[in-house]
């Protein structure tokens, strides 16, 4: 059974292979092995990020786990990841509708077993060592960017770099509302708001609200979404931070294409669509 539908996987890898650039032949005479098809590594980059599978379990005598990381950091370098993933943004834009008037910021720590360039202890897990995502939603929880930090890494400073991902856009509304929890309820953080001229709603510390109450659901279904679908990311053996980056543009990009699918399943119709809605 495949990681991902087809239904699903299929547009992603006829766009993300577009984006591939032409291999340059080095050898002086020519007489490597046989280049590993790109569509072999990539569902196998699939399959570690939806299983959280180790690169030597998933690798087999058609492609090897060095092939793996190294064509994933070929891809890296060139930046497909980050460029998949603005198109698959601008794509849902243009066709169903970002809700910019309204994000939601929030912080995820998850298990960060073999350490790394972001990682650092966890609060929440007895001192082990996490990282944390800080994660950007529209309205309707559309993954918008994500900044990675060590989980000993408070919210509030992070609401920066995180806000900073809503210039991948050209048209913004004029007034943005950030829906913000209580960690982030600071002098500093309504003056950074100030500062992007955006409104915010922020939960009082020490009052608690049903989530149900506020627009910050949108991005705890997120965070569930990137936790419960995409094992990488839920327990991050990944010791880089550009290589967890580039697992996230792609496990976002999964996400927004699905949404999209699931969207235009009711206004659109198109050769290969689902017989039900996905």
């Known amino acids: 059974m495949p990681a991902v539908p087809s239904f699903l996987i299929e547009p992603i890898w006829d766009q993300f292979q577009v984006l591939i650039p032409v291999p ?4 002086p005479l020519g007489c490597h092995r046989p280049r590993i098809d790109n569509r072999v590594v990539f569902d196998k980059l699939v399959q570690v990020l939806v299983l959280g599978a180790a690169y030597e379990k998933i690798a087999d005598s058609s492609c090897s786990a060095a092939t793996i990381r190294r064509r994933r950091d070929e891809w890296i370098i060139a930046g497909i990841f980050t460029r998949l993933e603005q198109i698959a943004l601008d794509s849902y834009n243009k ?5 910019l008037g309204d994000v939601a910021v929030d912080g995820c720590i998850v298990k960060a077993p073999c350490g790394g360039e972001a990682a650092g202890r966890s609060p929440v897990d007895r001192g082990k060592q996490g990282t ?7 309205g309707h929880g559309i993954p918008l960017g994500t900044v990675v930090a060590g989980a000993n890494r408070h919210d509030s400073p992070l609401l920066r770099s995180t806000l900073e991902k809503l210039n991948r856009f050209a048209d913004l509304p004029e007034k943005i509302t950030v829906h913000l929890d209580a960690g982030y309820d600071s002098r500093n953080t309504r003056e950074l708001l100030d500062e992007f001229g955006c409104n915010g709603q922020i939960a009082t510390k020490g009052k608690p609200a049903p989530l149900q109450a506020t627009r910050r659901w949108p991005v705890e279904r997120t965070n569930s979404w990137h936790n419960r679908g995409f094992r990488k990311l839920a327990i991050c053996t990944e010791v880089r931070t550009v290589v967890i980056a580039a697992f996230i543009a792609l496990a976002n990009a999964i996400i927004i294409v699905r949404r999209l699918i699931r969207q235009g399943w009711t206004r659109y119709r198109w050769n290969g669509r689902p017989e039900r809605r996905p």
Do not use: Q, T, W
């Open 95 to 99: 066709m169903i509708g970002l809700d």
């Open 132 to 138: 944390k995502r800080s994660l950007l939603v529209d």
């Open 24 to 27: 340059v032949d080095a050898h």
